[in-house]
T-cell receptor, first 111, second 114 residues
Framework: NAGVTQTPKFQVLKTGQSMTLQCAQDMNHEYMSWYRQDPGMGLRLIHYSVGAGITDQGEVPNGYNVSRSTTEDFPLRLLSAAPSQTSVYFC??????????FGSGTQLSVL | GNSVTQMEGPVTLSEEAFLTINCTYTATGYPSLFWYVQYPGEGLQLLLKATKADDKGSNKGFEATYRKETTSFHLEKGSVQVSDSAVYFCALSDPPGGYQKVTFGTGTKLQVIP
């Protein structure tokens, strides 16, 4: 049972480039979400989804785009990367009893 | 809005010492409360949870009691080990059980030295 799988683990971008962070879960969870983790700020919610075809914004959605075409996948797109988006990104799905299952993270640097 | 406040770290303890990491919260309703742990290079894992006042969550020797009167959920362990070195996050969901976002604290780094 793989749980939540994120790719890539590391990425370096130049300002203005675009990219997609991949997230997949094999637990048939309806709820999936993306967080960013920055020093001294904990985890902040970017976007979330409560099922295929349904997405909504979190605390810090600007500069990011998501879609949910299947229950398993929830990719996060950076449309035009900026240095302020340098961070560690975590995908999480939610199972029974409100438990969040996290991927191992993507460390992104934008130069 | 909802918020979670944790004690500043890092916390450095000797092996077998007693651990307390303070956590207080602000919520509009009656939230569920959580402690998550993050080991180096990994994602967060649920350590324990409590869903109503006076509930005690426990796991792997860690405990935390939901104190509604003081809006607190302090994490404790009687005897820490080197393997407990990690970052600990307090979190809440409000209202509990629905499709609402989870609010996290800033995390407290624990280092246990032999």
């Amino acid at each position: 049972n793989a749980g939540v799988t994120q790719t890539p683990k590391f990425q370096v971008l130049k300002t203005g480039q675009s990219m997609t962070l991949q997230c997949a879960q094999d637990m048939n969870h309806e709820y999936m979400s993306w967080y960013r983790q920055d020093p001294g700020m904990g985890l902040r919610l970017i976007h979330y989804s409560v099922g295929a075809g349904i997405t909504d914004q979190g605390e810090v959605p600007n500069g990011y785009n998501v879609s949910r075409s299947t229950t398993e996948d929830f990719p996060l797109r950076l449309l035009s990367a900026a240095p302020s988006q340098t961070s560690v990104y975590f995908c999480a799905s939610r199972g029974d009893n409100e438990k969040l299952f996290f991927g191992s993270g993507t460390q992104l640097s934008v130069l | 809005g909802n918020s979670v406040t944790q004690m500043e770290g890092p916390v450095t303890l000797s092996e077998e010492a007693f651990l307390t990491i303070n956590c207080t919260y602000t919520a509009t309703g009656y939230p569920s409360l959580f402690w998550y742990v993050q080991y180096p290079g990994e994602g967060l894992q649920l350590l324990l949870k409590a869903t109503k006042a006076d509930d005690k969550g426990s796991n792997k020797g860690f405990e935390a009691t939901y104190r509604k009167e003081t809006t607190s959920f302090h994490l404790e362990k009687g005897s820490v080990q080197v393997s407990d070195s990690a970052v600990y996050f307090c979190a809440l969901s409000d209202p509990p059980g629905g499709y609402q976002k989870v609010t996290f604290g800033t995390g407290t780094k624990l280092q246990v030295i032999p």
